[in-house]
């Protein structure tokens, strides 16, 4: 089965989401758009698969970074640009950008709640490790 692509509409959403800039470094351009849930293992019919909540975009180097992973899986998980399948849905699992860490929802806006609190403790406690 051919994988979904991304629609047009889609990607003029993260694009304008992110102004063009890494939305993981906010330092390059943004040349790449990022699953956080990869399209494998029949991903690709998962209706948020190819929305903006499951959406990054990456310059190169951070792209490179969030998906060959060498040993980094736990942290890059816990920052939320890795979503593992069959868990929480990406639009439920705050994701660390440059400018802080928000929920995404599929219009292409940002928002807090608790949640988002919780995941500055895990990310911290990564960190502190
Ligand atoms: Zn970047």
């Known amino acids: 089965m051919k994988a979904q692509q991304i629609s047009r509409t889609v990607r003029d959403i993260v694009h304008t989401r992110s102004g063009g800039v890494c939305e993981k470094c906010g330092r390059r351009p943004a040349v790449e758009v990022h699953h956080r849930t990869g399209r494998q293992m029949g991903g690709s019919?998962?209706?948020?698969?190819?929305?903006?909540?499951?959406?990054?975009?990456?310059?190169?180097?951070?792209?490179?970074?969030?998906?060959?992973?060498?040993?980094?899986?736990?942290?890059?998980?816990?920052?939320?640009?890795?979503?593992?399948?069959?868990?929480?849905?990406?639009?439920?699992?705050?994701?660390?950008?440059?400018?802080?860490?928000?929920?995404?929802?599929?219009?292409?806006?940002?928002?807090t709640d608790p949640r988002v609190a919780a995941a500055w403790a895990r990310i911290d406690a990564v960190r502190a490790a």
């Open 45 to 111: 019919r998962e209706p948020w698969i190819n929305q903006p909540s499951n959406l990054l975009d990456l310059c190169d180097p951070c792209h490179d970074e969030v998906t060959d992973t060498r040993g980094n899986r736990a942290f890059v998980e816990t920052c939320g640009w890795l979503v593992r399948r069959g868990e929480e849905q990406p639009a439920d699992v705050p994701v660390l950008l440059w400018h802080g860490l928000w929920l995404l929802d599929d219009l292409g806006d940002f928002r």
